[in-house]
């Protein structure tokens, strides 16, 4: 499965099937994140067989049932760290889509103090990615028409188009979509309204535009 198609697959799920992740894949996946943490700067960790954290009354309030296997997403501090933590963390979850799992984004439906994980001095834990097996394959959400996030006419070229159409298949937090892409000679600039989650979700939708460029390279301004 190519990223395109990953993208295009990608829907999120809450529910999961009672079946443990195949030690192969727990492998992959470790060897994922830590090439993640590495060109990141994040300390990314991933959690297997520990359903407490989905445990949680905000758990079930999110709709979230068997879920014993997500990815940590943490960080130190800094001002780029939330949308750090978006593209990095889509990176894991369209690979995640590639090995055949199902995945989910998650900002507070779970009980953080609950993850086992460790967080040093000056980090913190943005957001947690749900995954594995789903009862279903999710369902594709609305997007917002096209122009209301890029200007897409006159001389845009059209590696900019593709990639404003794989951010628009992005998951954003209540499915907000804040973000906004403008081109010009010099490169494309992504920037956001104030929202929940709203710089996750910019990390997350540049990372989908770069994948809809490819192979045209994207400089970001």
């Avoid at 996946?29 to 520990?50: F, K, R, T, W």
Wanted: aromatic share 10%.
């Amino acid at each position: 499965m190519e990223l395109l198609e990953a993208i295009e697959r990608r829907h999120s799920v809450r529910q999961y099937l009672a079946r443990p992740l195949e030690a192969d894949l727990k492998n992959r996946l470790d060897e994922m994140i830590d090439e993640c943490n590495d060109l990141s700067g994040l300390h990314i960790q991933p959690v297997y067989d520990e359903p407490t954290a989905f445990r949680s009354p905000m758990a079930r309030y999110g709709r979230f049932e068997q879920v014993s296997n997500y990815i940590v997403l943490a960080g130190e501090r800094a001002e780029d760290l939330d949308e750090r933590c978006g593209y990095w963390g889509e990176r894991i979850v369209l690979q995640a889509q590639q090995m055949g799992l199902n995945t989910c984004w998650v900002g507070m439906s779970y009980a953080k103090r609950a993850v086992p994980v460790e967080v040093a001095a000056g980090e913190k834990i943005v957001a947690v990615i749900a995954l594995g097996y789903g009862r279903t394959q999710g369902v594709a959400h609305k997007s917002r028409p096209i122009e209301k996030i890029a200007d897409i006419g006159g001389d845009r070229p059209e590696w900019f188009r593709r990639g404003v159409e794989a951010a628009l298949l992005a998951p954003t937090a209540m499915n907000q979509q804040k973000f906004r892409f403008e081109y010009s000679a010099e490169g494309v600039r992504a920037t956001t309204r104030w929202g929940f989650y709203s710089k996750v979700d910019l990390g997350i939708a540049k990372y989908h535009f770069e994948i809809g460029a490819a192979p045209h390279p994207v400089r970001w301004l």
